[in-house]
């Protein structure tokens, strides 16, 4: 199936070819390439055994965001502003820009990019664009902390798992922006920090790694950069008490904050979370800077390579290359 402006094409939205393949039988794997072009929309993936590739130059763009008002006169809240949702498995996504355009500030509040809903994907080459909340990677914690429900786009499925892989992947964004609770594994990426609205302090993730899950975030050989003239960005902080995030032998910019972690204005966190760094070089020296209740280490990083993390599935030896 082929996205794009040609003539040729099948479909000219993103949109229009995901509902034709839902038509499909739910366990045959399908593949949708994208010509290369913007396509402004806010595309909906439900089904589960579908490839994703873009070729060339291929951007989502939506410009949705928490304080936009539905039809209803009702804020649309967090969840639903994604340009892309993802709520199935067995998923790979290759070679895509995703940009949520929204900005940020008071006035727009939270706009999603991503919203990864999913277990056993793949996300190879793909850049998400963004400011607060850009990549949210499912499940989402039992109940919210400030209204009755999260509301947002409708989940149609409920995964035992939610184990996701993002290889040579590039992404932005200023508060929270890498937040939720699955088993994410980062290789190779970029993440860059942008410029606060208020020169507020920044925050790259935000886990809330359900209690017993054995690993949250991992990021191993990551970059850590920033927009010019962005300091005093935090590597993480919980959005949930039991937040698990490691840092493997990754590159970090001056731009974070000595201490690395926030508690999220609760000292009763830092019992109950579990932030570590491993590095070659320089532990010794962060180790007197970081906040005292999260780990900094020279080595004991060989429990949290893809063979471990993912150690109950192949689905990450199956994709590669």
């Keep these: 199936m082929i996205v794009g402006k040609e003539s040729f094409c099948h479909f000219q939205s993103i949109q229009a070819a995901v509902d034709f393949l839902e038509r499909y039988a739910a366990d045959t794997v399908q593949t949708l390439y994208i010509l290369s072009g913007v396509y402004e929309e806010n595309v909906l993936i439900y089904r589960s055994h579908l490839r994703i590739i873009g070729l060339g130059c291929v951007e989502i763009t939506g410009k949705r965001y928490a304080q936009e008002l539905d039809e209803r006169g009702k804020r649309i809240e967090t969840f639903g502003t994604p340009t892309l949702f993802l709520g199935g498995s067995d998923l790979?996504?290759?070679?895509?820009?995703?940009?949520n355009t929204a900005g940020q500030g008071p006035e727009i509040g939270q706009a999603i990019a991503v919203y990864a809903h999913c277990d056993l994907a793949v996300f190879r080459n793909c850049s998400f664009r963004g400011h607060q909340d850009t990549l949210f990677t499912g499940p989402l914690p039992p109940a919210p902390r400030e209204r009755a429900e999260f509301g947002g786009i409708p989940l149609k499925e409920h995964h035992a798992n939610y184990r996701q892989l993002y290889q040579n992947c590039y992404i932005e964004g200023t508060v929270d922006f890498i937040f939720g609770g699955a088993t994410a594994y980062f290789e190779s990426c970029e993440l860059r920090s942008l410029r606060h609205y208020d020169d507020q302090p920044g925050y790259i993730t935000a886990a809330s790694t359900p209690q017993g899950q054995k690993h949250g975030y991992v990021f191993h050989r990551c970059f850590l950069t920033a927009a010019q003239g962005v300091t005093d960005v935090y590597l993480g902080r919980p959005w949930r008490e039991y937040a698990r995030t490691a840092?493997?032998?990754?590159?970090?910019?001056e731009h974070i904050?000595?201490?690395g972690w926030d508690n999220w204005n609760d000292p009763a966190n830092e019992a109950t979370v579990c932030y570590e760094e491993y590095s070659s070089a320089?532990?010794?020296?962060?180790?007197?800077?970081?906040?005292?209740?999260?780990?900094?280490?020279?080595?004991g990083a060989e429990t949290l390579g893809k063979e471990q993390v993912f150690a109950d599935t192949d689905f990450w030896k199956r994709e590669e290359g």
């Design 92 to 99: 790979v996504v290759e070679n895509i820009v995703v940009s």
């Design 247 to 253: 840092f493997l032998n990754c590159q970090l910019g």
């Design 257 to 259: 904050h000595p201490l």
């Design 282 to 299: 320089g532990a010794a020296v962060l180790r007197r800077q970081r906040a005292a209740w999260a780990g900094c280490y020279e080595a």
